[in-house]
Structure formats: structure tokens, C-alpha cells
């Protein structure tokens, strides 16, 4: 489920793509072991701007959308604000519903509405996705961290590099100054 469009959510879906395939492939596994995959989001708002409630995609010839690639991967965006504008027979209207308005009005939704409100209520599950919420965010800051490190060594290195550099061009200069007083002697 996301919540924020981060302007990321395609790249995170390619992402997301290419993790389940590296698990389902194995070394030296065979391509035909791939399954069919689906990567999904659940999404308030319409990252995409055309107003669906869905968006499907594949991926297809460019020059001839009657030809797919068929890798059987599948990426679909959810987008519960727009649920209104499917049938009421389509079968995720019910859950889009839900996410919209916390409203539970059939047998499906009501299980999942009284399942969340057990949980809500649960203090061992609480305590647990605090301290899940809390791993992300520290494993977030390391990530952070370390990139921030990693930045700093390479600018000392850049550093240290430019004045290696300038060492040498010195040195070459006296060296050169020093000839040319032998020369005028």
C-alpha cells in the first residue's frame, strides 16, 4: 500500500519485478521456471493522471501493441480514491471502497475490517510494528549514514588526488626553475 506518491512508485515496481525474479532464479535454473508475476499497489491518489481506478501494464512492441513480450510480468495500480467509477459488479470495487472510506459494507470487507480492528486493539501487535516501524527507520538512517561516508571518503580521495597533483606540478616547477638558473650561470 502507498500512501505518499514519492514519484518513484514505476521504478520501485520495476524494482520490486526484478528482486522476485533473482529469488525465483535460482543459479543455474532454467528461464522457464520463471512464474507469472504481479506487482501491485494500492495507491489513494492517481500517480498517472488519467483518472482510473486501474491501470494494467505489460509490456508491449512500441511500434505494435498487438505484440507482447509475454515474461508474464504484470505490474497494476490500484487507486482506491477513484473506486466510484467502477461497476458495482467489478469484484475490487468492495476493497478500493474500503481503503477509501473505511466503509465495510460486504462479507469480504467486513472480515478485513474486523481483522484490522482486532489487531488495532492487539498490544503485542502494536509493540511489534512499533518496533518493525523503528528497524525501518534505523536501517534508513545506517543506509543514510553509510552513504554519507561513503561520500566523504571519496571527496578525500578527490582531495588528496587534486593535491598529489599539485605536488608534482611544484615540484616540476622547481625542477624546471632549478635548470634554468644552472642555464643562466
Known amino acids: 500500500m502507498q500512501i505518499v506518491?514519492?514519484?518513484e512508485l514505476p521504478k520501485r515496481a520495476r524494482y520490486y519485478?526484478?528482486?522476485?525474479?533473482?529469488?525465483?532464479?535460482?543459479?543455474?535454473?532454467?528461464?522457464?521456471?520463471?512464474?507469472?508475476?504481479?506487482v501491485l499497489f494500492i495507491c489513494p491518489d492517481d500517480i498517472f493522471g488519467a483518472k482510473l481506478p486501474?491501470?494494467?501494464?505489460?509490456?508491449?512492441?512500441?511500434?505494435?501493441?498487438?505484440?507482447s513480450l509475454n515474461d508474464r510480468s504484470?505490474?497494476?495500480?490500484?487507486?482506491?480514491?477513484?473506486?466510484?467509477?467502477?461497476?458495482?459488479?467489478?469484484?475490487?470495487?468492495?476493497?478500493?471502497?474500503?481503503?477509501?472510506?473505511?466503509?465495510a459494507d460486504s462479507a469480504e470487507t467486513k472480515n478485513i475490517h474486523t481483522k484490522v480492528q482486532w489487531y488495532q486493539a492487539?498490544?503485542?501487535?502494536?509493540?511489534?510494528?512499533?518496533?518493525?516501524?523503528q528497524e525501518?527507520?534505523?536501517?534508513r538512517e545506517d543506509a543514510a549514514e553509510a552513504a554519507a561516508e561513503k561520500e566523504r571518503e571519496r571527496n578525500?580521495?578527490?582531495?588528496a588526488a587534486k593535491d598529489n597533483a599539485l605536488a608534482e606540478k611544484d615540484r616540476r616547477?622547481?625542477?624546471?626553475?632549478?635548470?634554468?638558473a644552472e642555464m643562466q650561470k
Not at 136 to 139: K, P, R, T
Request: cysteine-free.
Open 5 to 7: 506518491d514519492t514519484k
Open 17 to 38: 519485478q526484478s528482486v522476485r525474479d533473482t529469488n525465483d532464479l535460482r543459479k543455474g535454473a532454467m528461464y522457464k521456471s520463471l512464474k507469472d508475476q504481479y
Open 54 to 67: 486501474i491501470y494494467s501494464f505489460q509490456n508491449y512492441a512500441t511500434e505494435n501493441k498487438n505484440i
Open 74 to 103: 504484470f505490474k497494476n495500480f490500484y487507486i482506491f480514491n477513484e473506486y466510484n467509477k467502477l461497476p458495482d459488479a467489478h469484484p475490487l470495487k468492495p476493497y478500493l471502497k474500503y481503503f477509501a472510506t473505511n466503509t
Open 122 to 133: 492487539d498490544e503485542d501487535t502494536q509493540e511489534r510494528y512499533m518496533t518493525w516501524e
Open 136 to 139: 525501518i527507520q534505523l536501517a
Open 156 to 159: 578525500q580521495k578527490i582531495i
Open 173 to 180: 616547477i622547481a625542477e624546471l626553475e632549478a635548470k634554468l
